[in-house]
């Protein structure tokens, strides 16, 4: 027992790194580091798989930043899975999948369609896929709204046939055809006439306006979803592998229990599913750590209390100062080849380079997410200030079952419960200010880094985990580290 009191955990606001000699110039640093075993991220930031923070939107902008975005599962297993698919269509060099529209279909029918996968025009095709023609925007514009309702799809198209490529073209001739016809898009088609994919003009510019962006083999934005270990996460796993889910995390607020570490070992055991990356969590010690390299996973997840939003720590007298959760974690997978996320607690940019000294590879963040654009936190308007709604997983509204699909009682270890006031919540609900677009908020928060590496003289993250080097502080330091003695007067967009 006395030891037990013997130890002391720290987290970001005990330490601060010690600047080091540096001759790196800004434009030298290279941020990529790895978020699993086989993927890596330019940007190693993580959006987390919360209901206030991480839909479609949120993870496509994550990944175009060069970071990724991980879907809550709040969700029903169709609705997640469509959410993955979302991501997926977004930003391709081909997409070998693309929403199609029948040529017997309403203007009204495309319209929604367009709407919803957030393009301005589908290919045609009959029931055996074969290519009818394309019907777009432009087609749309010159019939009123008013007849939408009752004119056909077949009769405002651009009927075959139509400028196509076959389904090997090569990025450089799809890019000369298009050019040389001035055309947006450039259907597939194999020598049966049949659709076996989409280019557009669109897609290649994006590629070219979001050089970091985080993309699969095919181009595709890598996106993450969680998934659970109780009733049906298998079918929920194995759906979201179906829909394109490049790395599945497994989203509990205790992650060392033999039913997630056995869901973790299948899904990489599996000839079905181990070719998707998971990732396990959370645990706040070595021993979790090691539980879950031992089943196979890609990564582990560190953090029991230390969200913004959480209260384990309080209500259950569990938890573990997060720096020290993270460095202990690291230190017992050393030398697996297995990456640590550190999820939870950061407050400014400067905790992410302390967390990747401690033995993170990357970072998760909900709170200094959740007031962006993108996320899916209701605007919230108090007092002349704009704020988004951000709760926690473990909130009393997060886990009740009102209202649509609630997953996140199991990730209490709850699941059971059957009614809402029984539930033992272990988070709050609340707002935080509105931050405008996820992608200036991730170059503040990027930017943050990237002097920290500077400061201590790292080119690359490797680098700056070897290099880096904590001072422990005080309280008195800490308040000397933030403005003191001023009252602010103007706001900074990293600083609040
Ligand atoms: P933060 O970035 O400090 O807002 O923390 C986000 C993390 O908090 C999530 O990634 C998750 O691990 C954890 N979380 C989510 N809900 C709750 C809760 O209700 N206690 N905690």
Redesign the pocket.
Known sequence: LPDAFARVGLTYDDVLLLPGETDLTPDQIDTTSRMTREISLKVPL?S???DT?TESRMAIAMARQGGIG?LHRNLSIEDQAYQVDLVKRTQTGLISNPVTIGPDATLEDLDRVCGEYRVSGLPVVDEAGLLLGICTNRDLRFVPVAEWEDTLVRDVMTPMPLVTAPPDVSREAATAILRAHKRERLPLVDADGRLQGLITVKDFVKNEQYPRASQDAQGRLLVGAAIGYFGDAWERATTLIDAGADVLVA?T?HGHVRLLIEMVSRLKKDPATRHVQVVG??VATGEGARAFVEAGADAV?V?V????????RVVTGVGAPQLTAVHEAAMAIRGSGVPVIA?????YSGDIPKALVAGAESV???????GCEEGPGDLIFVNGKHYKA??????LA??SSRGKASF?KD??FQAEVASDDQLI????EGKVPYKGAASSVVHQMLGGLRQAMFYVGAQTVPELAEKGRFVRITQASLQESHPHDIEITAEAPNYS
């Open positions: 993580i987390a798989a919360m923070v991980i989203d607020a969590g959370n997840k953090g209390g230390p969200g913004a939003i959480c209260t384990t999820d939870g607690g950061m407050k998760m963040m909900g709170s200094m997410l959740a951000y709760r926690g997983m473990g909130s997060a886990m996140s990730r209490y919540p272990e988070g709050v």
